[in-house]
């Protein structure tokens, strides 16, 4: 069964630190990882796609790595800032399908304290 | 900030009423979604559309229909609204490359709350 899972399921920090997010798969074949950032109450917003033959994807403080073997991304958060806090959300997309089926996770939540 | 509008952002009805939940965008994009997502919870697929007069069902079954009548509006339509129903329902869009590299663009979602 496709599947992602992440962790931690929340997570609380102070402004200036540094965080990463973990996100494991099983979608088979792989075509594509995404993160995406949710803000409370609003759609989800793109921060990087990784496929198959990238490691790392960097967009400013947000960096994101990819092992394909282990089937295993981390989203890495620097300089954490109270903007950061919302749900960040792994979705990965096989490569099955002419529609490019979209899994996703439940996303960790994170709150960024000042 | 995707070009992908959402009406109304928050609703609450009575059972039995019928509701359409408005979705438009403005990037000319070919394929459209819905996904219902429950707090703390994964996003599901609900209804998509490769473009003008085609629609199909996602994983989740849901009562709802859409239509796609445009190439910029997507709406969803509960004929029969049930608490059951309450849920945040988001809408998105992408371009319609080949398989799953594209990337889809969400609207801000509509908060359903059915009494």
């Known amino acids: 069964k496709n599947q992602v899972e992440q962790s931690p399921q929340s997570l609380i920090i102070l402004e200036g630190k540094n965080c990463t997010l973990q996100?494991?798969?099983?979608?088979?074949?792989?075509?594509?990882l995404r993160w995406y950032k949710q803000d409370t109450g609003r759609g989800p917003v793109s921060l990087t796609i990784?496929?198959?033959?990238?490691n790392t994807k960097s967009n400013g403080r947000y960096t994101a790595t990819l092992d394909a073997d282990t089937k295993q991304s981390s989203l890495h958060i620097t300089a954490s800032q109270l903007s950061d806090s919302a749900s960040y959300i792994c979705?990965?997309?096989?490569?099955?399908?002419?529609?490019?089926?979209?899994?996703f996770g439940r996303g960790t939540q994170l709150t960024v304290w000042p | 900030e995707a070009d992908i509008y959402q009406t109304p952002r928050y609703l609450v009805i009575g059972t039995g009423k019928k509701i359409t939940l408005e979705c438009s965008q403005t990037?000319?994009?070919?394929?459209m979604y819905w996904y219902q997502q429950d707090p703390g919870m994964e996003l599901h697929l609900i209804h998509y559309?490769?473009?003008?007069?085609?629609?199909e069902k996602g994983d989740l079954s849901s009562e709802s229909t859409v239509s796609r009548i445009r190439t910029e509006h997507f709406p969803l339509t509960l004929e029969s609204a049930r608490p059951s129903h309450t849920s945040q329902y988001l809408c998105?869009?992408?371009?319609?490359?080949?398989?799953?590299?594209?990337?889809?663009?969400f609207g801000p979602g509509t908060r359903l709350t059915v009494l």
């Open positions: 998105a869009s992408s371009e319609g490359t080949s398989g799953g590299t594209d990337t889809q663009y």
């Open positions: 996100c494991n798969y099983t979608v088979s074949p792989f075509s594509n």
């Open positions: 990784m496929t198959f033959s990238e």
């Open positions: 979705v990965v997309s096989d490569r099955g399908s002419t529609l490019g089926r979209l899994y």
């Open positions: 990037m000319g994009h070919d394929k």
């Open positions: 559309s490769y473009g003008v007069n085609s629609t």
